[in-house]
């Protein structure tokens, strides 16, 4: 009994198959699923580095809530400024005493990679870098030291509104965040980065 070769033709055609379908499934991953992004700025030191590499989950988010110390990939808002000229910083650049609470309509094309540091309805305030949360002090061994400049502190206490979040660096002294530009809409988030995979020495969950 003798084995029949497959024609050429129909081999090439499988592999072309097999090949189509194995890029359309990597495209839906990346696409829906798990998408890797690199981290741009100093913002997220020192837990994230430059040029570190991370992955970041799209779908957890629909089935679950944001927790506070999450690190999330989201857009931001299109302007970089407060709503409110009270909070944040004003034009000349002096910090006010309150951060920015006011969250904006405009969302911009950009990606950031900030952490979670305050759920809808929660009050915040902001001393020495450290935030305060509902009255009581968030964990901060993960953040860069921050003293008494303005940007590390916002003592005046603000609510987050519904549906929005409260996103920082844990660069706390070099880091645009929601201090000054306001609360995060749900609808703008990403998804929740869960790893870490470049460079080597830094592989590991976040």
């Not at 009994?1 to 497959?6: E, F, G, H, I, N």
């Amino acid at each position: 009994m003798t084995k029949t070769k497959k024609p050429l033709a129909r081999s090439v055609a499988e592999l072309v198959v097999i090949v189509a379908i194995a890029l359309g499934l990597a495209i839906a991953i990346q696409g829906f699923i798990v998408k890797p992004y690199e981290i741009p700025s100093a913002s997220m030191e020192p837990t994230l580095q430059i040029n570190q590499r991370i992955l970041v989950d799209r779908v957890g988010m629909h089935f679950s809530t944001p927790h506070v110390g999450d690190i999330f990939v989201f857009h931001p808002p299109a302007s970089e400024t407060c709503a409110d000229p009270r909070e944040g910083e004003n034009g000349a650049g002096q910090d006010a005493s309150a951060a920015c609470d006011v969250a904006q309509t405009h969302e911009s094309s950009q990606t950031y990679v900030k952490r979670v540091v305050g759920l809808p309805g929660d009050r915040l305030s902001i001393v020495n870098g450290h935030v305060y949360r509902n009255g009581r002090v968030e964990p901060s061994s993960f953040t860069e030291p921050c003293g008494d400049a303005g940007e590390c502190n916002f003592r005046a206490a603000i609510t987050v509104p519904k549906g929005d979040y409260y996103m920082m660096g844990d660069n706390r002294p070099d880091s645009l965040d929601s201090r000054y530009w306001g609360p995060v809409p749900k609808a703008w988030l990403i998804g929740k980065a869960f790893l870490t995979y470049w460079p080597p020495d830094r592989i590991g969950f976040l």
